[in-house]
Every structure is written in C-alpha cells, then in structure tokens.
C-alpha cells in the first residue's frame, strides 16, 4: 500500500486502485495503528479511481518535523573525516560511527520542504553542495515505524567541513529537504538488498551517479527511531531520515538546473531539479 498527499486529499494505492481516504495526513501519524486507520478510511470514503493527475501531489508532510541521521554508513564516515580533517574534526565521525548512541540531528520543518518534481536549492554562501540519498522512515507519534519513503538530504560540504559545529548552517535552510513522492505504508521492516540509487543529470549529460543497498546501513532503523523518541515526543509523528551511503567526489558539486534521481527499490522515485541561486 502506498500513500499519497494531494490537492484532493489522501490518496491510498493499493493492487493498481487509487482511493480518496476519509481522514487527514496528520491524522495518519497519530493513529495508533496508520495502516488500520488508513483502511477504516479508505472504505468510508468508496471513491475508487484508476489513477490520478501527479501534478496534484503535495510534498508527504503535514505537522511531522524531519531529522535527520549521519555518519550511519561507513563510506560517509570517511567522507566526513576528511572534509573536516583540517578543522580537526576528523575523529569526531569515527568515534560516533562506532559509538553506542548515533547522530542526530534536526533537518527540516514542513515549509521547508519541497516533494517530489519541485526545486530544492543550494546555497548561496557556499560553494561545495551535494545530493544525499537516503531511505526515509515515517514514524507515528507512539514511535512506530510504519512507511517508508525517498529523501535527499541536500548538504553543504564545505560549510560543515569548515567546523562541525557548522553542521545546522550546512544542513537546515530553505528547499534543502526533498521527500517522496508518497509513503510506502508496510509494518515489515525492508529486505536489507533494497537498492538505492542516485542519477544526476546536467544539460542531459549524466555528471554523478551511485548506488548502495540498506545491507551498508550499520545501525538498524529502530534503533533510531529508539534515541530519537528517548527524551523528545512526536504529537503529529516524524520522518527520520537514515542516513546516506552515496558520497559524490570531491571535485562534484551541484549547479543550478541539475536534475536528480533518486530511487529505492519498492519504495519510489524521487525526482527534482536545483533551483536558480
């Protein structure tokens, strides 16, 4: 079952039919159980269609707060240590790697937030910008797992890599969160040889790719959902971004009018281009 925000509401695909569910985003992230509430829902409302318009779709989020997860994959670790290695921050990465408590940190709040086949930006007072794939966990506000969906954790190499203390400046402004296009809604936790891929096009030159499979993802995702609903609640949910495991060259940073693809087996595709400075 797949879950979809729209113009029109709601939005339930199930077994190639689209239904209009009687119940809000947000109330989803409250439910006890969203997959019950979603079918409960959807029978009420008994407006089955075909398919739907994809320029109806809003970005997946309501009240839900996004954070984020880093240094969860072993190849951003050493991406991490080197670009802050002049800074001295270099062990920091390693030692939270292998550290019992992970990394996190906030991302984005929903006006923040672009979906997909909108514009995420990059900013204006830095000059080494990356695309960061990353699988995406909806949580309910009881700390469930129950969706999945697409992220791109769009970062600031050299704001971060100039002080980790840097890391809110280089992480958190205006467009650099994309998420969707919907929620994969299953209480099964993902096979670990789920794909993630990224594709990054320029003037219909392919400039970046990469790909990785959740087996790289050192710690498992309920383990973080764990720390992050420790000593903090979720009233309307949360996204927990997991991490990423594709790191772009050094001499790669993102320009205004890229396109990037981002996609995750069974979950979907992420699609968005960079925005003009």
């Not at 880093?70 to 921050?89: K, W």
């Not at 830095?126 to 309910?140: F, K, M, S, T």
């Not at 990054?200 to 790719?209: C, P, Y």
């Not at 949910?237 to 990423?244: C, E, K």
Request: hydrophobic share 40%; glycine share 10%.
């Amino acid at each position: 079952m797949k879950l979809f925000r729209t113009r029109s509401g709601v939005l339930v695909e199930d077994a190639g039919r689209f239904d209009l569910a009687a119940l809000s985003w947000d109330d989803v992230f409250r439910a006890d159980d969203p997959r019950v509430a979603i079918e409960a829902a959807r029978t009420a409302a008994g407006q089955g269609r075909a398919a739907f318009d994809e320029s109806e779709l809003l970005p997946p989020i309501g009240r839900q707060e996004v954070w984020a997860a880093g240094v969860t994959y072993y190849r951003s670790r050493d991406a991490r240590m080197e670009e802050s290695r002049a800074a001295g921050g270099g062990d920091f990465y390693a030692l939270v790697y292998e550290a019992q408590r992970p990394e996190l940190f906030f991302k984005a709040s929903a006006h923040r937030v672009v979906g997909s086949g909108q514009a995420v930006r990059i900013r204006r007072d830095a000059h080494w910008n990356v695309p960061e794939a990353e699988l995406v966990l909806a949580v309910n506000s009881a700390g469930r797992i129950f969706g999945y969906t697409v992220g791109n954790d769009v970062s600031s190499r050299d704001i971060e890599g100039e002080n980790p203390l840097y890391l809110p400046q280089a992480k958190i402004y205006d467009g650099s969160c994309a998420l969707g296009p919907g929620l994969l809604v299953s209480s099964e936790p993902l096979d670990k040889d789920t794909a993630i891929s990224i594709r990054v096009g320029r003037r219909e030159q392919e400039v970046f790719k990469g790909d990785t499979t959740l087996a790289q993802l050192r710690r498992t995702p309920a383990s973080l959902v764990d720390y992050l609903y420790r000593e903090a609640s979720f009233p309307d949910g949360a996204f927990l971004m997991t991490g990423t495991g594709i790191i772009p060259p050094a001499e790669f940073t993102l320009h205004a009018g890229d396109e990037i693809r981002i996609d995750i087996a069974g979950v979907g595709r992420l699609m968005n281009t960079v925005a003009e400075r």
